[in-house]
């Protein structure tokens, strides 16, 4: 499995940019995708996941009511739409899979075994 992100960029507080995870070498109908971010001296973060069918999500608390993650599956992409954004939401973006899952939403860095190679976001004051 490849994931490359794409996305990133420079914005000012306040606006908004949206994330994409193009997924290769096998198709993840049947995965968990997830966002995680990481911050220079900070460890990896979750952002937020969803269900192989986008039938159930999850979130930070931190992003909550800011960000929204989805999924197309015929496309094998994942997104992340981020509004709101904010100084400290500065990080390298990281989309992540594990599967083929049917269960609860994992948050936990450690159980994903597929990841990207990130994409920058930096928010101005």
């Known amino acids: 499995v490849r994931l490359v992100e794409s996305g990133g960029g420079l914005v000012q507080a306040g606006g908004s940019l949206r994330l994409s995870c193009a997924a290769s070498?096998?198709?993840?109908?049947?995965?968990?995708l997830g966002w995680f971010r990481q911050a220079p001296g900070n460890e990896r973060e979750f952002v937020a996941a969803?269900?192989?069918?986008?039938?159930?999500?999850k979130y930070a608390e931190f992003v909550k009511g800011r960000f929204t993650i989805s999924r197309d599956n015929a496309k094998n992409a994942l997104y992340l739409q981020m509004s709101g954004l904010k100084p400290e939401d500065t990080a390298v973006y990281l989309c992540?899979?594990?599967?083929?899952?049917?269960?609860?939403?994992?948050?936990?860095?450690?159980?994903?075994?597929?990841w990207g190679q990130g994409t920058q976001v930096t928010v101005s004051s």
């Open positions: 969803l269900s192989w069918n986008s039938g159930s999500t």
């Open positions: 992540a899979a594990v599967g083929p899952v049917v269960g609860a939403i994992i948050n936990n860095p450690g159980s994903y075994p597929y």
């Open positions: 070498g096998r198709a993840l109908s049947m995965f968990q």
